[in-house]
């Protein structure tokens, strides 16, 4: 069950930085959840080879979320650019705009 969760939001967590930022975020965004994978393993009482297991999960699954937040991320843009431009009212009346 701990194995499940900590994938889920790895995965949701590389989604959601995938929109705000570049690939660079991926270093120490793995390194922060490196070290909460370990700690939820240690503190679990789990044996060595399940918290590498449980590390190297997270790792991948934050790799995986970002890459899929990248596709989400352009897919929204190519359909947002599709869209025909709203009318706008103008700012000021003509009577204004006159003088």
Same mark, same amino acid.
Not at 31 to 53: N, P
């Given at each position: 069950m701990m194995t499940l969760s900590i994938t889920i939001i790895s995965f949701l967590i590389g989604a959601v930085l995938a929109q705000h930022f570049k690939v660079r975020v /991926? %270093?120490?965004?793995?390194?922060? &959840?490196? &070290? /909460?994978?370990?700690?939820?393993?240690?503190?679990?009482? !789990?044996?060595?080879?399940? %918290? &590498?297991? /449980?590390?190297?999960?997270?790792?991948?699954? /934050? !790799? %995986?979320?970002?890459?899929?937040?990248?596709?989400?991320?352009?897919f929204l843009a190519a359909v947002l650019s599709k869209r025909p431009a709203p009318l706008t009212s103008p700012k000021t009346s003509a009577r204004h705009a006159a003088r």
């Open positions: /991926l %270093i120490p965004a793995f390194t922060i &959840v490196m &070290v /909460l994978a370990v700690g939820a393993g240690i503190t679990s009482v !789990q044996t060595g080879w399940f %918290i &590498v297991l /449980l590390a190297a999960t997270a790792a991948i699954c /934050l !790799q %995986i979320g970002y890459f899929f937040g990248i596709g989400v991320r352009h």
